[in-house]
């Protein structure tokens, strides 16, 4: 296969999966069809992402491939099917089938019960079959075809194991109904309080599979349908959200969400942006201002003119974000996969094998009979195929609720194993937001205002933020500027420029030093200027003297120090790798407590300053807000980008903070930690189940019907195991202090994620 061809990706939902067996299943399936070059089947979300090059499977391709064998598959729509559902059974055929195995499995269990502590209470044999059988035909129609399109298919999974127990209890005992044998003994009650139990077991699991799903489906609440477009006529009207195209002027009412982000063209509000920055006070907006799809509008009536399309905005970004990353497979699934892919072939045939053993060795008949039909129902394959994909649900949606967002789950995994953390400077660890704190004229034609004039018309125009504090500085003295009449750009050192007829560099010490020695006493008075972590631009002639100094202070954020201590005290080592000067970084890490400096490094080098530290054995997570931090966070195990920084940063990024708060990544370590020991608990848990509860079935120590709610008991705590990760410490833990949710509002008193 060509790996340099383009791909496109293919979301499917999946249903009539039971199991992990059918997720390796149907993944197994979609990875042999044309220009499939990977498949990620998650069986707790119901979702199958197909990866596709050019000219491979179409959509309806897959979905005939799912079908064929034995499930069914739609497109996966941002509208539909991208939240679970948390009742017992959208068509009411869970409850009625639950409601029919509970009604006529009731007497049955009463008479097991009865007879274990000695009541004279028995049921006649005809009346035991006629209270089995709906159970068996009604409620447990699902297996017999779960089990028949799975077998069809070549393949097996827990219907078959089901279907194989409780036909095997209930064909024999109906056997003994009908040649009057029923006095030697009837396991009516045995399946039909497996299918009952397995049947309550998939209806707590889909409860709490939707509770583990809750921080999308709140999400997704945020988001209005319809935006009230303005037509040129002047009238309005309403569309769907996802017609609203680039330019498009909406209205948001009082009291509405904004639909889209955008820019205000008229009106004035006061709006709630609190899903993002995590600010509690609403924020005053007027026109010209930009305001993000999602926030709640005050009082004001507001003409808003789209910037990004309806479902391209920074809310349905972070939207499928966090899908993408519970859709997404941790790399220790592999190995549930590998067993998930021999389990139900293996059961069938350890099965057969006790059955064998027990005649083998003298034991009777009936004996036998049971403990093969035990070991059939006590497998669980749903336990195994639940541990991961329910962890890292909870994990990611409960890291979306502290503003932390999640790429996908190898991200989520690989965060527990970092002890290194190396951080940028500007924006990361400082304000981002410099102000220009002092100036120095070293000639004497030229005055303070003259030298910030100078330098603010050769960089009109530029995003930089020391470029920007410069220009600022100019627009508050109200300096004239000048048209530029040459330009380059110097990336990691400044510019070259020709402004009133003089050529300039404006840049680093680097950039200066590069056209020759620098006079000591610039070199001294730039060291006077860098004290107290200021950062110095230096104004020069090119090929000529240094007409001045420009110091330029960026605060460190109010946050910094504490998460730096907090990385400390978790074992964590603490970097600055920053393009500024070695006096600005080290009176910076000074403030915040690093040790490790890495100053004057270019953008080019910070890749390869963390691919070092990878080489030394070091784990590493960069974080980083600006463009040229993108190709350092592609190269670290993990990159951290802010919230507040560039979308290129975001895209490398595996993780992103939010709210720009450094002590949100010691949240989004604690959180993979916390996740990543619940996924070993999960399957530790449901490994040792498995080894635990199928010898001792094979051994005869568990009757089919204890074996089958044994089965049905483990799914149920494996995924009320990956809740629990919401009353943890980690779980706990505020980045920055916050009591609210920064992009998941707290639910009511008793909703998902109270």
């Not at 000529?544 to 978790?570: F, H, I, T, Y």
Request: charged fraction near 20%; include cysteine.
């Amino acid at each position: 296969m060509d790996t340099e061809s383009p791909t496109h990706t293919i979301d499917l939902d999946i249903t009539g999966m039971t199991c992990a067996a059918c997720s390796a299943r149907v993944e197994k399936v979609l990875g042999k069809r044309d220009g499939v070059r990977e498949v990620r089947v998650n069986l707790a979300t119901e979702r199958a992402r197909v990866d596709v090059t050019e000219g491979g499977a179409s959509l309806e391709e897959l979905i005939t491939a799912v079908r064929k064998a034995g499930y069914e598959a739609a497109e996966h729509t941002e509208d539909g099917a991208a939240a679970l559902d948390t009742t017992w059974g959208g068509d009411g055929r869970d409850r009625r089938d639950l409601a029919i195995g509970v009604i006529f499995t009731l007497p049955l269990l009463v008479e097991m019960i009865a007879m274990w502590v000695g009541l004279p209470f028995h049921l006649s044999p005809w009346l035991a079959l006629a209270l089995a059988t709906p159970v068996q035909v009604v409620a447990g129609a699902r297996f017999y075809v779960g089990a028949w399109k799975s077998l069809r298919a070549g393949t097996g999974n827990m219907d078959v194991l089901v279907a194989l127990g409780t036909s095997a209890a209930y064909l024999f005992s109906l056997w003994r109904v009908v040649t009057g044998a029923a006095d030697q003994g009837l396991y009516f009650e045995g399946a039909a309080v497996v299918i009952t139990l397995v049947l309550l077991g998939k209806g707590l699991e889909a409860r709490a599979k939707g509770s583990a799903a809750a921080a999308i489906h709140a999400l997704m609440r945020l988001r209005p349908d319809v935006a009230r477009v303005e037509r040129e006529d002047g009238s309005t009207a309403e569309v769907p959200l996802r017609q609203v195209a680039v330019g498009t002027v909406v209205l948001v009412r009082p009291g509405e969400r904004v639909p889209v982000d955008g820019e205000i063209l008229s009106g004035e509000s006061q709006l709630d942006e609190s899903l993002i920055t995590g600010e509690s006070l609403p924020v005053a907006r007027s026109p010209g201002d930009a305001v993000i799809g999602g926030a709640v509008n005050g009082d004001g009536l507001l003409r808003v003119r789209a910037r990004r399309a309806g479902g391209e905005g920074l809310l349905s970004r972070i939207i499928r974000l966090v899908e993408d990353a519970q859709a997404s497979k941790a790399p220790v699934q592999r190995l549930v996969d590998q067993v998930a892919a021999v389990f139900v072939p293996a059961i069938v045939a350890i099965a057969a094998v006790t059955f064998g053993l027990w005649l083998a060795l003298g034991g009777s008949g009936e004996a036998a009979f049971v403990a093969a039909v035990s070991v059939l129902v006590v497998a669980c394959p749903c336990a195994l195929g639940l541990a991961t994909p329910t962890a890292i649900m909870v994990g990611t949606g409960l890291a979306a609720r502290r503003g932390v967002l999640i790429k996908d789950a190898a991200a989520l995994e690989g965060a527990h194993r970092v002890n290194t953390v190396v951080f940028d400077k500007t924006g990361t660890l400082t304000e981002g937001r410099p102000v220009l704190d002092a100036v120095a004229v070293t000639t004497p034609d030229l005055d303070a205002d003259g030298l910030v004039s100078l330098a603010a018309s050769a960089q009109q125009g530029s995003e930089h933020v020391l470029a920007r504090a410069i220009l600022e500085a100019a627009d508050a003295k109200q300096l004239p500027l000048s048209a530029v009449e040459e330009f380059s750009a110097l990336p990691g050192r400044g510019l070259s420029a020709t402004v009133k007829g003089r050529p300039l560099l404006i840049g680093s010490r680097r950039l200066i030093a590069e056209q020759g020695p620098i006079d000591d006493s610039v070199e001294t008075l730039a060291r006077d200027l860098e004290r107290g972590g200021r950062t110095v631009v230096w104004v020069a002639a090119r090929s000529g003297p240094v007409l001045g100094l420009m110091a330029l202070a960026d605060p460190v954020k109010a946050g910094a120090a504490e998460a730096v201590a907090a990385l400390k005290a978790r074992g964590l080592t603490p970097a600055l790798l920053t393009g500024d000067s070695r006096a600005v970084a080290e009176t910076v890490a000074a403030q915040v407590g690093i040790d490790d400096v890495r100053a004057e490094v270019l953008p080019a080098d910070k890749a390869e300053v963390v691919k070092a530290l990878r080489a030394e054995g070091r784990i590493v997570a960069m974080v980083g807000d600006g463009i040229n931090d993108a190709p350092a966070l592609a190269a670290a195990d993990v990159g951290v980008a802010m919230g507040s920084g560039t979308d290129v940063a975001m895209e490398a990024a595996g993780l992103t903070l939010m709210r720009g708060d450094p002590r949100l990544l010691v949240t989004a370590l604690d959180l993979s930690r916390a996740t990543y020991d619940r996924i070993r608990l999960n399957l530790g848990w449901a490994f040792l189940y498995n080894l635990a509860a199928v010898p001792a079935a094979a051994l005869g120590y568990l009757s089919p019907a204890v074996a089958g709610a044994a089965m049905a008991l483990s799914s149920v705590s494996v995924v009320t195991s990956s809740l629990m990760l919401r009353t943890g410490k980690a779980a706990r833990t505020h980045g920055a202090g916050e009591e609210s949710s920064p992009l998941v509002p707290p639910t009511r008193r008793g909703g998902p994620l109270a």
